[in-house]
């Protein structure tokens, strides 16, 4: 996967610079909400958590609150750049924080190289957070900072960049012993590295069973041996071993597992040779491992590998760690982290890739299939079964070790991890998903634009589609060259297919002209014009799906949208057996997931356009995995208003029931009521639909200022519009669309296409 400076930029600066930001959890819309957040209420609170330091868990933010601390002397592979330069960092841990584990987060980064003062700052600060996730902080100082927080403080204390690495690569470990039939009693182990990750992965490795004295470790000077001085200190002393290996090329011989956590390429197919049978090579430099992974393979076939890299099988990534270590440990009011919590940990990430794999997932991956073996040693740092299996597992081990402050019935809690996955993220992950399992051809016919261009390298990567940009080749390949992308993607020009070939065959110009004019020749297009349209791009695109050239056509970010409809209708017509063509968007709020419609192709809607507008939203919801039901809106409730509007709507929900009988369907009724199942139960209790997630407005008025108005005061995320009843899978973008919401779309796009 390639990324480019500008891109890193833009993602960085992009409307509110930076990646994380506090959001109110309580409402403050009245002077009574003010009473109760602030003064006077406030105080009743505070004379609680005074009186009982426990109840801060209950009536503030602590127990879901870690602080990310760093003080910048070893931030990633760049070295000791700074506080401040670590706060990217940081603040990227917060993302994953919260979006795996729905922790949320301070980022702290303390100016200072004093182990003293670095300590006294985090016990001066802890009485904020419910856990203290410390990075990036240089070794040997990391070991003596963690130790002393977790002897002095009573919450979680966890430095990720020694004990993440460790519990991930400690559970691939255990399977990669099941599979090979090699006991961890007799493991010889070989440890390229001596850094805080090298040192506490040999640690973690003893507690699963590793014996000390068969683990050689080295680093830049050779082996650690007894009797060494240069270069030594009293963490890496523990792993002073007698012996007469000096290099990591005598250490290597006979070895059964290469762990390396230190720089590219040092590992050489000569030295992998001389490894036991089956060796197990965990290669974790970043960005480039010790040895490559294929040339791994190549020299030794029965060799079990694994990297920190995500384009090979069996990435070590610590985001299968922290946050859902974290989670577990919040969860239970952990007063520690203790060695029992991070042995459940992996062996919950070893035991999970022995179960079923959801479909979910390969289609994530692009796979299609994947079970337990040497390619499959630990789960996807995409599977959302790791929060239920890892956190629980985490909580477990805290309450049977009685560092828990209290206990909870584990099968209830696994049902409440699983409610924190949240329908939202689930649904956006479902289009891709689908859309990977059978990518389809996508023509954009504003192909040289940069946005295009970039959506386009991301649909290739993530295997979505197989982008077709219509404009210039020399243009196109300048722009990619100034934005850092590298992917292959198709380019056609209209202009030169419009010369004849070498061979006598038409050009595919030539084809599409004569289509298109046999098309509309009785609406009163000649063969000139039809040639003539042939240099838009909206039309030469159209007819590439026309004539299966491509599967699915998106346009529309400096287009009007007039210019994409009108002639989409034209040439492809609607769907068999719907008569009108409308739009819809998703509209995802916090983890609320609606369908609004028709937001976008129909001004005024009369109940026949209303009820299919309804149908087809409901199935389309449908294709998301959503059950759809359908409240059809107004400004009145169930027969209120006699007005004509109102009478339109009752009409159409009639004709659903008809036409429909299988979906649940009723109205009129106003937005709140809709959406609100306490509401409807209280007044309407006789209504068919309750908290209903697809919304059909009575004019494109409503709804398209009602999503609009919800994406900018709610920041609702949307993905749309969709057209739904086209003739052929044709789809439109909106001026202003991002990058992000482009890939959406073509996501969309390539579902229709799949469904034709």
């Not at 990750?197 to 490795?205: L, V």
């Not at 919950?348 to 994947?370: I, M, Q, R």
């Not at 589609?465 to 209209?494: C, F, N, W, Y």
Request: with cysteine; net charge negative; glycine share 6%.
């Amino acid at each position: 996967m390639s990324i480019n400076k500008s891109e890193v930029f833009e993602y960085h600066s992009h409307k509110r610079p930076g990646k994380i930001e506090v959001v109110a959890s309580k409402p403050l819309e009245t002077q009574r909400h003010l009473s109760l957040a602030y003064s006077p209420g406030v105080a009743e609170v505070v004379t609680a958590i005074a009186e009982d330091n426990a109840t801060a868990y209950s009536y503030t933010a602590k127990a879901n609150l870690v602080a990310v601390i760093s003080n910048g002397t070893a931030i990633l592979g760049l070295g000791n750049l700074g506080a401040l330069a670590s706060k990217a960092v940081m603040e990227g841990k917060g993302v994953l924080f919260k979006q795996f584990a729905d922790i949320d987060v301070f980022d702290i980064e303390v100016d200072t190289e004093d182990t003293e003062k670095l300590i006294e700052v985090v016990q001066a600060i802890s009485p904020t957070f419910g856990g203290i996730n410390l990075e990036d902080i240089k070794s040997p100082e990391c070991f003596e900072i963690e130790q002393r927080l977790v002897d002095s403080l009573d919450i979680p204390v966890f430095h990720d960049d020694q004990h993440g690495t460790a519990i991930i690569s400690g559970a691939a470990l255990l399977n990669a012993l099941e599979i090979t039939g090699k006991s961890p009693t007799e493991l010889r182990v070989v440890v390229s590295g001596a850094g805080a990750s090298a040192i506490s992965c040999s640690d973690f490795y003893i507690t699963l069973g590793v014996k000390r004295e068969n683990i050689m470790m080295v680093d830049s000077s050779g082996v650690i041996y007894k009797g060494r001085d240069s270069g030594m200190n009293k963490f890496k002393e523990r792993f002073a071993v007698d012996t007469d290996c000096r290099t990591l090329e005598d250490a290597v011989r006979g070895s059964d597992l290469f762990l390396g956590l230190s720089v590219a390429d040092l590992l050489t197919p000569e030295m992998l040779l001389t490894m036991a049978d089956q060796p197990i090579i965990f290669a974790m430099a970043n960005p480039d491992p010790e040895i490559n992974y294929d040339l791994a393979k190549k020299v030794r076939p029965d060799a079990l590998v694994a990297t920190g890299r995500s384009d090979f099988p069996n990435q070590v990534n610590n985001v299968l760690g922290f946050p859902f270590i974290f989670r577990g440990a919040l969860d239970v009011g952990a007063r520690t982290i203790n060695n029992d919590m991070k042995i459940a940990a992996a062996k919950a990430l070893a035991d999970l890739t022995h179960e079923d794999v959801p479909d979910s997932v390969l289609k994530a991956y692009g796979l299609d299939s994947l079970t337990f073996g040497p390619d499959y040693l630990i789960p996807k740092p995409f599977d959302p079964r790791v929060l239920i299996w890892e956190s629980a597992a985490v909580a477990e081990a805290a309450i049977k070790t009685g560092v828990a402050r209290q206990n909870i019935d584990l099968d209830i809690y696994r049902e409440q991890l699983a409610a924190r996955l949240g329908h939202g993220r689930q649904v956006h992950r479902h289009i891709i998903n689908v859309a990977r399992q059978q990518p389809k051809r996508i023509v954009f016919p504003e192909g040289e634009q940069n946005k295009i261009i970039r959506a386009a390298a991301q649909i290739t990567e993530r295997g979505i589609g197989h982008p077709i940009l219509l404009g210039r080749p020399e243009v196109i390949k300048e722009k990619m060259a100034d934005l850092g992308i590298t992917s292959e993607v198709q380019v056609v020009d209209p202009s030169q297919h419009s010369n004849p070939k070498a061979n006598s065959e038409p050009s595919r110009h030539q084809v599409y002209t004569e289509a298109y004019y046999r098309k509309r020749e009785r609406h009163g297009v000649t063969i000139a014009l039809a040639r003539e349209r042939m240099s838009t791009p909206n039309i030469y695109g159209m007819m590439m799906v026309h004539e299966g050239d491509a599967d699915t056509f998106l346009s529309g970010l400096t287009y009007e949208y007039p210019d994409v409809i009108r002639p989409a209708l034209q040439l492809f017509g609607t769907q068999a057996g719907t008569k009108r063509v409308t739009g819809a968007y998703l509209v995802i709020v916090e983890e609320r997931v609606f369908i609004f419609t028709d937001a976008t192709v129909n001004v005024e809607l009369d109940e026949n356009t209303l009820a299919e507008a309804a149908i087809l939203a409901a199935d389309f919801a449908k294709t998301l995995e959503i059950d759809p039901r359908v409240a059809m809106l107004s400004f009145s409730n169930f027969g209120s208003s006699q007005h004509p509007i109102s009478q339109k709507v009752r009409t159409a929900v009639k004709i659903v029931q008809k036409r429909r009988p299988d979906l649940d369907i009723d109205g009129e009724m106003q937005a709140d009521v809709a959406v609100s199942p306490e509401l409807i139960e209280e007044r309407f209790p006789f209504s068919q639909v309750k908290d209903a997630n697809v919304l059909v407005f009575p004019s494109l008025a409503s709804a398209n200022i009602a999503y609009k108005l919800l994406q900018q005061l709610t920041g609702a995320s949307t993905i749309g519009p969709v057209l739904l009843g086209m003739g052929s899978p044709v789809h439109v973008l909106q001026a202003g669309d991002s990058v992000d919401q482009i890939v959406n779309m073509s996501a969309v796009a390539v579902m229709d296409a799949q469904g034709r």
